[in-house]
């Protein structure tokens, strides 16, 4: 673990500087990518603790360090994906499990759960994590994780992570948060009593759309063993040269958040006086239902914001009608990205389900970006404009 303590030295300083030591060897002040699958060994049982590279790689170990460092807990492991960092918490699993999980959880999660999990004999609660007493009341003998996202993908909405840690500890079970929305600068989820926080690297971590990766941070030692024998024993690790991209990106992890944020509160502002827009949802505007919560479990807004249209008409021409933002999938990367949920990310989520979430055919995503402010909001404008 390393020795640059959140007691001592604040978040930023802890992002450039944590698990990224000048490397002992050349001075070098960039941790070196080692792009190697194996070491050499100088005798039978001799080496320098690294042998095998799914095993062992600096440039990984230098990421996790960084990461466990800024997630606070004991220990972090990197995967080849998102999806493959939650398929890795979840083999701490046996079958006959129970987990309640989020109603509103990434699509690609809820997939897991639904497709690939439950034939391994894993059983599911999806449930309004939003509703405390509804997740009290799923609670079973079985129950071994409770499962959740916070801020939601794409209504924006929030869950108690104390209020569910103290749920989870109460049943004996242990509480994972997936704060890809958030990021740590944002949100800081084992602080708050969750045991396991992962994250898709994908996003705001790796922060420029130039990468797939992802990563599990570990509270206590004892998970993070078993952890440690998933990883290594179902393989699902990253080259090194996404781990040296995100020690790359995290250096620079505060100064994006704070403009992102910046960004998407003068957008979600604009957004809620316009005529055009019906509801704007981002955390960090008072008018939000959790607002309260936001400000008291959250230390930045994030750059995420949802707006009801109204029609598919008019979301496929403000889509088409912005210029600064590109409609793609994905999000949390310097250029701002806007995108239709029913027909891109939430296309799988049957349509009775989606409208009960409020996912409608008028629902557009934006994922601000760090461009000027300024242009941004012209760019919005210009589109809404054209809309009526
Ligand atoms: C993208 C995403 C994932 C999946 O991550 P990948 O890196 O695409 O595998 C999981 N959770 C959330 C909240 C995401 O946005």
């Not at 990367?333 to 949920?341: A, D, I, N």
């Amino acid at each position: 673990m390393s020795h640059y303590d959140h007691h001592q030295f604040g978040f930023s300083t802890r992002a450039i500087h944590a698990g990224q030591e000048p490397d002992p060897l050349t001075g070098a002040v960039t941790v070196p990518l080692y792009q190697t699958s194996t070491y050499a060994q100088e005798a039978i049982g001799v080496h320098k603790g690294f042998e095998y590279a799914r095993t062992q790689n600096p440039t990984r170990f230098a990421w996790e360090a960084s990461m466990a460092n800024l997630e606070q807990g004991c220990a972090g492991f990197a995967f080849g994906s998102g999806m493959a960092a939650i398929d890795a918490v979840m083999r701490l699993l046996s079958s006959g499990d129970h987990v309640i999980c989020a109603e509103d959880m990434y699509g690609g999660t809820f997939r897991l759960f639904d497709k690939v999990l439950k034939r391994f004999g894993v059983e599911f609660s999806v449930v309004d994590m939003t509703n405390l007493d509804d997740v009290k009341s799923a609670i079973r003998p079985s129950t071994t994780f409770i499962y959740t996202e916070s801020p939601t993908n794409p209504m924006m909405k929030l869950t108690d992570i104390a209020a569910l840690a103290s749920i989870a500890h109460e049943a004996n079970a242990l509480l994972i948060v997936d704060n890809t929305f958030a990021s740590p600068y944002a949100q800081k989820p084992l602080a708050l009593g969750a045991d396991i926080v992962l994250h898709s690297a994908t996003k705001y971590l790796g922060g420029h759309s130039d990468l797939v990766s992802g990563i599990v941070v570990a509270k206590e030692p004892e998970i993070a063993e078993q952890l440690r024998f998933i990883q290594n024993a179902a393989g699902a690790v990253p080259g090194p040269m996404e781990c040296w991209l995100c020690l790359r990106s995290i250096k620079t992890l505060s100064i994006r958040m704070k403009q992102h944020a910046e960004n998407a509160m003068a957008i979600a502002e604009y957004c809620e006086q316009h005529p055009a827009i019906s509801a704007t949802h981002y955390p960090g505007l008072p008018t939000h239902p959790q607002y309260a919560l936001a400000k008291q479990q959250m230390t930045g807004f994030g750059g995420m914001i949802s707006i009801e249209l109204g029609s598919l008409e008019q979301a496929k021409k403000f889509t088409t009608s912005v210029k600064l933002f590109t409609l793609a999938e994905s999000l949390g990367g310097v250029e701002s990205l806007v995108c239709h949920p029913v027909s891109m990310t939430h296309g799988s989520i049957p349509k009775e389900q989606r409208e009960k979430l409020g996912i409608t055919d008028g629902l557009v995503r934006l994922s601000c970006g760090i461009e000027d402010k300024e242009d941004l909001l012209a760019d919005i404008a210009q589109a809404l404009d054209a809309l009526s």
